[in-house]
């Protein structure tokens, strides 16, 4: 229809530029315009007759604008636009050949409807006025003759890195355009901005066309399973699922994560509606020491069409390191004494203690070396810097120096460890911290004046974001969790610590009677490291008046103490930005090397000595990383699919800094079980980012004729006349056709 | 007839304790020794560490004492002039009155540190024993004392081994960090009662070898401290006295305030 009223396909209008042909300039089109109205007004108000009100006006509007459109039409309007010469420009066709091609719809696989579009008219019609280069495509291009090479057999798409092979392979050809038939499963994330601007500089349009249903029929996907790379072990981890389903709403799913084929922890989920991500935690034990290879998965559910996309693989390295916490109190105090037991109770962590158990004494628990700290608080960096985490008790601000309160600020900012504050007589606004450093590093804004420690006997509740923290999960399902805190008894003190800051976490309140509840657990990230304040020295009161077999006091500190020391970094500290490689062999490593005083090392040797799943070993240096210091990064290969383990040793000078392991798991054929669905959304965006268009399967039949607009390749510029459209005659008739029925309506004809 | 008014006014000040338990806030006693000591002005100050004695039932073993028993032996002198050092050579946030708790009520969850004196004539009862193990297995110590001889150590242990039938008293090593905490205590010598102004003698009965005995939990951390064949108490008592010795009152002074700040710190 738009062809027949504007004689030019869409493609025309949308891609060329309007002209004038007309040797005359603009002005006297206007000045022409301008002067037939003002005689047409001079006529009809002469000439109006039995016309009154607004009729001799809507008459002279009709005929000004049909005299407009006249004038308008000798100026000689036309569309100027850039077209590929017949038979000089070479057009690149790319069919997508990966596994999801082959999934059956409407009696067909994808393959076959893409390569019945290509062979019933699309080739030939190519073929008519261009050079056609026929690839297929899965994870790279590969030149085929006809569609009949097409497999569907591809273990991964990438669409980016395809695109990017052509292009450069044809970079000395008149590429014209490209022709791209997939079902949009990209296994890599998308399309790089750098693909799109290279594309975008060269001027090549993408023209897509989509092949699949948008939407499953019934289906249930794991879009993204997080958890961490690294844990301690024992330690209560949370693995956050999400995942989206077609066609089972309101039903119910049975969540669960497997470690060797055994479930360690599984749970009911009810469904939301088709097509909303649904994010759901999982929590589960992290077991013992060693590298593991999780499944994360939802059981299949009845009629399911695609079971192969409800599990997905990721790896954790569970630390065989005993991470160290330093404990500074300044008083006796019962607190002291049920912490250091639950420490004592977790193999994991080793809880060193500095007592102030009289004016000059200090009495040091938990030492392996009889020397280390024998003078009391370190002074020095990397005697502080030794230790993971730092819990800070019943102690004054003033009791530590300016280095000593300038090293807390930086054992956090700049080791990356996990301090806590805890409540007490001495502690916070009671201990001067309101008016030092220290108060920078708190999560709260504590009150300036003092009196704001209470030993009254207080209860506490968690917030909602309480509820849902790790730190606080004694019962892995949250509303029993709740209602297991609701049972707890009353802590036996509290500090009144002001509000938490912005970005700060407020975990846990407690509820002084007749006063209005305060934050009571609070944390924040602070600079590499994390802070927590915890304003009670009364949750001793858990311990003792609860049965002895209870465990929710050790377990409540424990996990405590694992968030303050899980992320600190070693002086050596490995990573890599894809744990799990779908179908994919490259992997990026990485590491950040650092002294005892945790400042960079710019100088470092870096080495990553790998184990294959086969056994075999290889070693890859990693070079620094120019913009960031003591950064280095390697690019390395994993042949063979498995679990590789990579020890990275850092050193320097013949002395060793430091090491640390990264695991990473190559895993094939299992990328293109997800995101089956075809992806408009990334054709088009694809289509309109470089000036092409998306078509569906159905209507790819227009192609032929829209391609040959395009400013890449070798190109002849057309000037297409305006004047002779049928929708120029249709308004001229309009106009002329509303004036006379207006007349024989108002009797004036 | 002031017989009887000691026990309905124990009684009573028992009734009211309970009453006030959840309140965990100073009460005195009658008081059964000569001495008249002032109820201190800070008395009702709430802090960290207060002086907690138990007030346990001496059943048939009670005749030598009265009916009220042997619990307040001491009380409240040695209590509150024993506090006074701990306050002065510790940084505990101590009291200056002393906490008396039963087995009856829960108050004891409260008070982590446990005092007995005479337990060589307590009596405790079925319930009482397994409201002690409790007490014990969730991390509460209990500090025992001024009982001599054997026939005293077998009524002491009528009642314990019905709290823990199957751990065993063991003698506490020199090295043991109960020793050390605070205070070098691996040289001791045994602490006597008053009698000794009397008798010059320091032992009472048969009991001429003092003992530092103990109770472990499974994790090698002392719960029950047996201090027998001696008596801190009368130590702490009369540590202001010219004729009590100055070298026992130390070691008792010591020995208490290592007990005090290993209970805070195992």
């Known amino acids: 229809m738009f062809e027949f009223l504007f004689k030019y396909p869409g493609a025309v209008f949308e891609k060329g530029h309007f002209v004038l042909l007309g040797g005359w300039p603009f002005w006297i089109f206007a000045l022409g315009v301008i002067a037939a109205a003002a005689l047409l007004l001079w006529h009809v108000r002469r000439h109006r007759g039995p016309l009154t009100g607004a009729r001799p006006l809507v008459i002279w509007l009709l005929e000004t604008a049909m005299i407009a459109l006249l004038l308008f039409l000798l100026w000689h309007p036309a569309i100027s636009i850039a077209t590929l010469r017949p038979q000089q420009n070479v057009v690149a066709v790319l069919v997508d050949d990966s596994r999801s091609m082959a999934i059956q719809e409407g009696g067909q696989t994808r393959s076959s409807q893409a390569a019945r579009v290509l062979d019933r008219k699309l080739l ?69 901005l750098d693909t799109i601007s290279q594309i975008r500089q060269r001027r ?27 844990s301690l072990a024992d330690s209560r981890l949370s693995a956050l699922v999400t ?7 309101g039903q119910k799913a049975l969540l669960s994560v497997r470690d060797a084929g055994k479930v360690v922890a599984s749970r009911e989920v009810q469904l939301r509606a088709d097509g909303v991500p649904q994010s759901e935690p999982l929590l589960f034990n992290a077991g013992l020491a060693g590298p593991k290879t999780l499944e994360i998965s939802v059981d299949p559910l009845p009629g399911e069409e695609n079971r192969d996309n409800n599990s997905v693989r990721r790896v954790l390295d569970v630390e065989t390191r005993k991470p160290r916490i330093l404990y500074m109190e300044g008083e006796p105090r019962w607190e002291f004494k049920f912490i250091r037991r639950a420490a004592e109770d977790d193999r994991s962590l080793q809880l060193c203690s500095l007592l102030r158990t009289t004016q000059y004494r200090i009495y040091r628990q938990g030492f392996t070396d009889e020397h280390e700290l024998a003078d009391g608080f370190p002074s020095k960096p990397e005697e502080l810097f030794a230790f993971d985490g730092l819990i800070i008790g019943s102690v004054e601000a003033n009791y530590f120096t300016q280095t000593q309160q300038d090293l807390i600020r930086e054992f956090a900012n700049r080791r990356g460890g996990g301090i806590l504050f805890l409540g007490g007589r001495f502690a916070l606004a009671e201990g001067g911290y309101s008016h030092s450093p220290l108060a920078e590093l708190l999560p709260v804004r504590i009150p300036e004046t003092k009196g704001t420690f209470h030993r009254d006997f207080s209860s506490e509740e968690l917030t909602p974001q309480g509820r849902a923290s790790l730190i606080c999960r004694l019962v892995e399902d949250p509303e029993r969790n709740a209602a297991r805190w609701a049972k707890m008894p009353q802590v036996a003190n509290y500090n009144d610590v002001g509000d938490p800051k912005p970005g700060a976490v407020d975990l846990m309140d407690v509820l002084p009677a007749g006063r209005h509840r305060m934050p009571m657990l609070v944390t924040e990230n602070y600079g590499r490291g994390r802070t927590a304040v915890f304003a009670t020295s009364g949750s001793w009161r858990w311990r003792m008046w609860q049965d002895h077999t209870d465990t929710t006091h050790a377990t409540f500190w424990q996990q405590l103490m694992r968030y303050l020391v899980s992320d600190s970094p070693g002086l050596v500290s490995g990573s890599t930005p894809r744990a799990v490689l779908p179908d994919e062999t490259k992997v990026l490593l990485r590491a950040e090397v650092r002294d005892k005083a945790f400042k960079a090392v710019p100088n470092a040797v870096v080495e990553a000595h790998i184990s294959a799943p086969d056994g075999s070993s290889s070693s890859v240096e990693l070079t620094p990383v120019p913009s960031e210091e003591g950064a280095y990064t390697a690019e390395w290969n994993a042949e063979k699919p498995g679990s590789y383990v990579a020890e990275i040793v850092a050193g320097r000078d013949k002395e060793e800094l430091g090491r640390d392991v990264v695991i990473f798991r190559r895993e094939d054929g299992v990328a293109e079980n997800f995101h089956t669905a075809q992806n408009r959304e990334l054709l088009k965006k694809l289509a309109d980012e470089t000036g092409g268009r998306y078509y569906s399967a159905s209507d790819a039949g227009r192609l032929p004729d829209e ?18 459209m049928p929708a120029v005659f249709l308004l001229a008739l309009l106009l002329r056709g509303s004036e006379w029925v207006l007349r024989r309506r108002w009797g004036v004809v | 007839m002031r017989r009887r008014l000691l026990i309905c006014g124990s009684l009573v000040a028992i009734s009211v304790t309970a009453l006030f338990a959840l309140q965990a806030t100073f009460r005195e006693f009658p008081n059964l020794e000569d001495d008249h000591i002032p109820v201190p002005p800070d008395a009702y100050e709430r802090t960290e560490w207060a002086f907690t004695r138990l007030m346990y039932p001496s059943g048939r073993h009670a005749s030598v004492f009265g009916a009220i028993g042997s619990w307040p032996t001491d009380y409240p002198k040695a209590d509150r002039q024993f506090v006074q050092g701990v306050r002065r050579l510790t940084r505990i946030h101590t009291r200056s009155s002393e906490q008396v708790v039963d087995l009856d009520t829960d108050e004891i969850f409260n008070w982590p540190w446990l005092y007995a004196v005479e337990v060589g004539h307590w009596s405790l009862t079925d319930a009482e024993c397994a409201k002690m193990r409790e007490y014990l297995l969730r991390g509460g110590f209990f500090m025992c004392d001024d009982f001599h001889g054997r026939d005293e150590w077998a009524v002491f242990l009528e009642s314990i081994q019905r709290v823990f039938p199957d751990r065993p008293i063991v003698e506490i090593d020199n090295q043991d960090s109960i020793f050390h905490v605070l205070y070098d205590l691996g040289e001791r010598v045994q602490v006597p009662g008053i009698q000794y102004w009397y008798t010059g003698r320091i032992w009472e009965k ?20 047996i201090c027998f064949n001696q008596d801190n108490g009368d130590a702490w008592e009369w540590a202001d006295h010219p004729r009590y010795p100055e070298r026992y009152a130390s070691q008792a002074y010591r020995m208490g305030i290592n007990y005090i700040i290993y209970a805070m710190t195992h």
């Open chain 2, 206 to 225: 048969d009991g001429k070898t003092p003992h530092w005995r103990a109770i472990y939990d499974d994790d090698g951390r002392v719960m029950v401290a």
């Open chain 1, 243 to 249: 995942f989206r389903q077609y066609g089972y709403a």
């Open chain 1, 124 to 192: 030939s019609a190519l073929g008519q006025k261009f050079q056609v280069r026929l690839y297929r495509f899965g994870s790279q291009p590969e030149r085929i003759q006809k569609t009949a090479q097409l497999t569907a057999s591809e273990p991964a798409t990438r669409l980016g890195d395809s695109l990017e092979q052509v292009l450069a392979e044809s970079s000395t050809l008149p590429l014209g355009a490209v022709v791209l038939l997939s079902d949009g499963a990209d296994n890599s994330g998308g399309i790089g």
């Open chain 1, 204 to 230: 090549i349009p993408v023209h897509t066309i989509g092949f699949g249903r948008e939407k499953p029929g019934k289906d249930i996907e794991i879009v993204e399973a997080v958890l961490p790379a690294h």
């Open chain 1, 707 to 724: 391609i040959s607009y395009s400013e890449a390749g070798i190109t002849t510029r057309e000037t297409k006349d305006l004047w002779d």
